[in-house]
């Protein structure tokens, strides 16, 4: 197993985040992450990426201990995530953005060039290196979503976990950021987790899907199994009311 999320709960203060989630991820698997506004899911790559202290449980990176570990540390151990509130540096170039990752995580490069290649190779990858001189500050949403992941790629992920990249995007823009993915993900070989409100895509990307009702794992299993799952209808349907 790539990833071992045993029994692991977080809670702010008096609120619980999330409560006894356990699952796992296999080597090259994409698991999709589903759920309403507030489930937990944010928290989730919180917690994988160091950004959060668990309140309980424990989690594993290919059977190694990694809660407890800064971020730079479980960065440097090949996970990557991009962010569902975009954050580049809007001073910088795309390509300065990109190179930086490259600087950090797991590939840790050295040489400034070196980081610079990597960066085009890795905005051609993603469709963005036309853009690769301008200032990040100057990209659409569907460019800022793309330069996100690219950013993650840059550090050399074998742990991709990806928050809502396709959020906002019309469905053309979709279709695109799932066929860069899926590319990508053949290209250099890493295992991912996406969180998406657009089911449709979660359906097409993953291989099983986990659901999370605030802060509880109400289901996992094929995509398939899922959309008929009684406690995620209900669950679903009772968001829309
Ligand atoms: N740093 C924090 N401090 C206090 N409460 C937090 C913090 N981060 C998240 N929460 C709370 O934890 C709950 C889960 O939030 P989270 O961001 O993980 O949800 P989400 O499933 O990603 O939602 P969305 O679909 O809106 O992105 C929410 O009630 C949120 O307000
Ligand atoms: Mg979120």
Redesign the pocket.
């Known amino acids: 197993m790539l990833l071992e999320i045993n029994d692991i709960s ?1 809670s ?2 008096g ?1 619980t ?2 409560q006894d989630i356990t699952f796992s991820v296999e080597e090259g698997e994409t698991l999709g992450v589903m ?12 917690l994988i990426a160091g950004h ?1 202290k668990l309140s309980r449980g424990t989690i594993l990176l290919a059977g190694q201990q990694i809660d407890g570990l800064r971020p730079d540390q479980i960065s440097a151990l090949g996970v990557a995530r991009t962010y ?1 509130i975009v954050r580049p540096f809007r001073g910088l170039t795309v390509l300065e953005n990109v190179a930086a990752g490259a600087l950090y995580g797991s590939h840790q490069e050295k040489s400034m060039a070196k980081a610079n290649q990597m960066a085009h190779e890795i905005l051609t990858d993603v469709g963005l290196d036309d853009r690769a001189n301008q200032p990040a500050g100057s990209l659409t949403l569907a460019g800022f979503k793309r330069l996100e992941l690219a950013k993650a790629l840059a550090t050399g992920p074998k742990l991709l976990l990806l ?2 990249v396709m959020a906002g995007l019309t469905p053309n823009e979709v279709n695109e950021a799932i066929g860069i993915i899926e590319t990508c993900k053949q290209k250099y070989n890493f295992t991912v987790i996406v ?1 998406e ?1 657009v089911m449709k895509a979660l359906m097409r990307m993953c291989e099983r899907i986990v659901v ?1 009702h605030h ?1 509880e794992m109400i289901a996992v299993g094929p995509p398939e199994e899922i959309a008929q799952d009684e406690a995620v209808i209900q669950a679903y349907l009772g968001a829309e009311k």
């Open positions: 977080k702010f203060g609120l985040a999330l759920g309403a506004n507030g489930a937990g899911k944010t928290t989730l790559f919180s959060a569902q928050d809502e969180i409100h999370i802060g």
